[in-house]
């Protein structure tokens, strides 16, 4: 049985006042004009897992101007276990807090609650521009397959700063150093084979006769496998940088559709939009053999990229796979291929306030 949110309530959350959802676990629909709140409706779901949303916004941005008193987002969600309610709100000026099942909880802890993942068109110039991009979202679906790897990041990220505040500062204390680079280098080993772990799932459920070509990604890495003596040896090059130049924070995603033999960066618009769905539905995939759950997935217009005959076969992947999809578009057309295998819902702006209405027709 899948993981669905069954009820969902936004309370002064963006252009939404108060929007009550209620879902039977079916992909879901969203459509209507822009600015309408679809996507809106996506990041508050996607603020039930931890991290800052799909949208990667402060607290502050997403509560409802002109007040911005603040916002309160409400799920109730079924899973094989039960029933779970999670809720996740923010006081002006304050961190999001999350309370699940009526006890205040971690961040972290929606995570093992809530299997996510997304795709937004932020996201169709991954392969075109900087490493950081896709070095999260390489993380985001090893985070998937493995809970543990955001304990590793932050682990690293720490050490990592204390010794780059150390390289700035030209302190030689070469204990203090040793002590930082040995913790990077546990932490940095942990990242970099839960990276390859996660990119071996995702090649385990290539499928060569889906319409979404699937890129051979790989680990460019520049951590070597012993980075305490490497860090060691590149500190006086680090201290004239001021930073850290190797490590697994500097690793990038490649790319390679392998039928054409080309770098995903030179592939057209729509191929690169069909690495990134083939990858999520791997991913997708992967979760379900394993946890035999699949997770909650979220398509920012994602049908609006794809011709007819693709998104019928997107449809087909998200309905075989049983897992609540949250999609959006402009248009009940976009998503006429799946009719009664989905729940529809119109949206429209009144004023400045989005109004949601279930689309039977
Ligand atoms: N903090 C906020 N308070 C009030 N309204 C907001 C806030 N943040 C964003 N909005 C409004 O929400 C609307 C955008 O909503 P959203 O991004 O969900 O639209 P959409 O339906 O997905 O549109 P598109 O089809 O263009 O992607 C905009 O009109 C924007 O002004």
């Given at each position: 049985m899948p993981v669905f949110v069954a009820h969902l309530t936004l309370s002064h959350f963006r252009s939404h006042q108060r929007t009550r959802l209620e879902f039977d676990g079916r992909p879901v629909a969203l459509h209507g004009p822009n600015g309408s709140g679809k996507t809106n409706i996506l990041e508050a779901i996607s603020l039930f897992s931890p991290g800052r949303g799909l949208r990667r916004a402060t607290p502050d941005d997403m509560s409802r101007r002109p007040q911005s008193l603040g916002w309160k987002l409400r799920a109730e969600i079924t899973t094989p276990n039960g029933n779970r309610l999670a809720e996740t709100w923010a006081e002006p000026g304050q961190s999001r807090q999350v309370r699940i099942d009526e006890k205040s909880a971690p961040q972290l802890a929606l995570g093992a609650l809530v299997p996510m993942l997304w795709l937004t068109?932020?996201?169709?110039?991954l392969w075109l521009e900087g490493a950081e991009g896709r070095r999260r979202f390489l993380d985001r679906t090893t985070l998937s397959f493995a809970p543990d790897h955001a304990a590793q990041v932050l682990a690293y990220d720490k050490a990592m700063r204390e010794r780059n505040r150390l390289l700035r500062d030209g302190v030689r204390d070469s204990r203090w150093f040793s002590a930082l680079e040995a913790q990077m280098s546990d932490a940095g080993a942990a990242i970099t084979a839960n990276r390859r772990a996660a990119l071996a799932e995702l090649r385990a459920q290539a499928?060569?006769?889906?319409?979404f070509p699937m890129a051979e990604m790989t680990l460019d890495c520049t951590a070597p496998d012993d980075l305490a003596s490497a860090l060691a040896d590149s500190r006086a090059r680090d201290m004239a940088a001021g930073r850290s130049l190797i490590g697994p924070h500097r690793a990038d995603l490649r790319a390679i559709w392998t039928a054409k033999g080309m770098e995903a960066a030179q592939c057209s618009t729509g191929e690169q939009k069909a690495f990134l769905i083939s990858a999520i539905l791997a991913n997708a995939r992967a979760l379900r053999a394993k946890t035999g759950t699949p997770p909650i997935l979220l398509l920012d217009e994602v049908a609006a990229h794809l011709d007819a005959a693709r998104r019928a076969a997107l449809y087909d992947a998200v309905c075989a796979m049983g897992a609540q999809c949250f999609m959006t578009g402009t248009g009940p057309d976009l998503f006429a291929e799946l009719a009664g295998r989905a729940q529809h819902f119109a949206l429209s702006d009144r004023e400045g306030v989005s109004h949601v209405e279930k689309d039977t027709s």
């Open positions: 068109p932020a996201m169709d110039r499928d060569p006769d889906s319409p």
